[in-house]
């Protein structure tokens, strides 16, 4: 077993998102190596964080051609590489760029550390995890029970909203979050929230509009100098120690994320999941509903399918 062993590699490490995570692991008693991979800076990051007096070790590769090196042996890659939003960008306009980073650097993995978990950072997450899915395929080396879009930060952002909003502690509230990872398709089950909350009708609206729009609200906050890389370098971490607790036994683990999924009509879509050491153990589903989040699923589907069909389309016709 891993047992606080976790060999982690973060890619796109130099990043707004990257240096943050690569932070918060080398931090964490669970991992023991940490190997950090860009185009760009990776050496000073790797010396920067070396120096932090915990036991995971760090290494900076630089470049594809030191790639597979960074990835041999890896048990977790986490891959935030790519371009951030600015003001007036949908998620989806990232496309065209970050779908040709994710598809190549899950092209490597797939050849270098095939059994690994992979946790997709990169936006649009809705289309990154078809692509994944699609190149794993394609290097026969596809396990659904292992390849996860981290929508963490839509968890997070609900529990924060909530918390502020009815005065609790955010660190007790737990609402899952479903579907996917932009916009209307941010699905929060306010009606499953622990401790139980109401809400009156209005103030739902306004709270489920503010949780989806929420990624937008600090790419406006932050006026051109890019998007959420803070509190996602923190979801992002929270993904990973939960995948690694549950790796090293831990049990009852679970998480959101938008995987490879039965639950609806839709191929990929993201529920409460039960962790386990060879990834996805069981999938917990949707569970009791209310009328206004039936109606939110059913306006989502739409958008969801397109973005997985675009995902997947991109992989047909690479060369």
Same mark, same amino acid.
């Given at each position: 077993s891993l047992q606080n062993n976790a060999k982690v590699a973060v890619l796109g490490a130099s990043g707004g998102i990257g240096q943050p995570l690569s932070l918060l692991l080398k931090n964490s008693p669970l991992v023991s190596r940490l190997t950090l991979y860009d185009i760009a800076h990776t050496p000073g990051v790797a010396a920067d964080l070396s120096h932090i007096e915990t036991r995971a070790s760090v290494k900076g590769y630089l470049g594809p051609e030191q790639l597979p090196d960074c990835l041999k042996g890896c048990d977790v890659v986490v891959i935030p590489a790519g371009v951030p939003r600015k003001p007036g960008m949908t998620r989806?306009?990232?496309? $065209?760029? $970050?779908?040709?980073?994710?598809?190549?650097?899950?092209?490597?993995?797939?050849?270098?550390?095939?059994?690994?978990?992979?946790?997709? @950072?990169?936006?649009?997450?809705?289309?990154?995890?078809?692509?994944?899915?699609?190149?794993?395929?394609?290097?026969?080396? #596809? =396990?659904?029970?292992?390849?996860?879009?981290?929508?963490?930060?839509?968890?997070?952002?609900? =529990?924060?909203?909530?918390?502020?909003? +009815?005065?609790?502690?955010?660190?007790?509230? $737990?609402?899952?979050?479903?579907?996917?990872?932009? *916009?209307?398709? @941010?699905?929060?089950?306010?009606? %499953?929230?622990?401790?139980?909350?109401?809400?009156?009708?209005?103030?739902?609206?306004?709270?489920?509009?503010?949780? %989806?729009?929420?990624?937008?609200?600090?790419?406006?906050?932050?006026? *051109?100098?890019?998007?959420?890389?803070?509190?996602?370098? #923190?979801? *992002?971490?929270?993904?990973?120690?939960?995948?690694?607790?549950?790796?090293? *036994? +831990?049990?009852?683990?679970?998480?959101?994320?938008?995987?490879?999924?039965?639950?609806?009509d839709c191929p990929y879509f993201s529920t409460p999941l039960l962790l386990g050491k060879k990834g996805i153990e069981k999938n917990l589903g949707i569970g009791k509903i209310s009328p206004f989040e039936e109606k939110m699923i059913a306006e989502a589907l739409p958008e969801l399918k397109a973005s997985i069909k675009k995902g997947e389309e991109f992989v047909k016709n690479m060369k």
């Open positions: 989806d306009d990232l496309f $065209n760029t $970050n779908a040709s980073i994710v598809a190549t650097l899950t092209a490597a993995c797939a050849q270098h550390c095939p059994e690994a978990m992979i946790c997709i @950072i990169s936006n649009p997450v809705n289309s990154t995890i078809p692509i994944t899915a699609e190149v794993f395929k394609k290097h026969g080396a #596809y =396990n659904p029970n292992k390849i996860f879009g981290v929508t963490t930060l839509d968890i997070v952002r609900a =529990n924060t909203f909530i918390a502020e909003l +009815k005065g609790l502690d955010p660190a007790r509230v $737990n609402v899952p979050v479903i579907g996917g990872h932009a *916009g209307k398709t @941010i699905i929060p089950l306010i009606s %499953q929230c622990t401790p139980k909350v109401d809400l009156p009708q209005d103030q739902l609206t306004a709270i489920t509009g503010r949780i %989806q729009e929420a990624g937008t609200e600090v790419v406006k906050a932050k006026a *051109g100098a890019g998007s959420a890389t803070l509190s996602m370098a #923190y979801a *992002g971490a929270r993904f990973v120690f939960s995948l690694v607790d549950a790796m090293n *036994g +831990k049990e009852g683990v679970v998480e959101c994320s938008f995987v490879k999924s039965q639950e609806t």
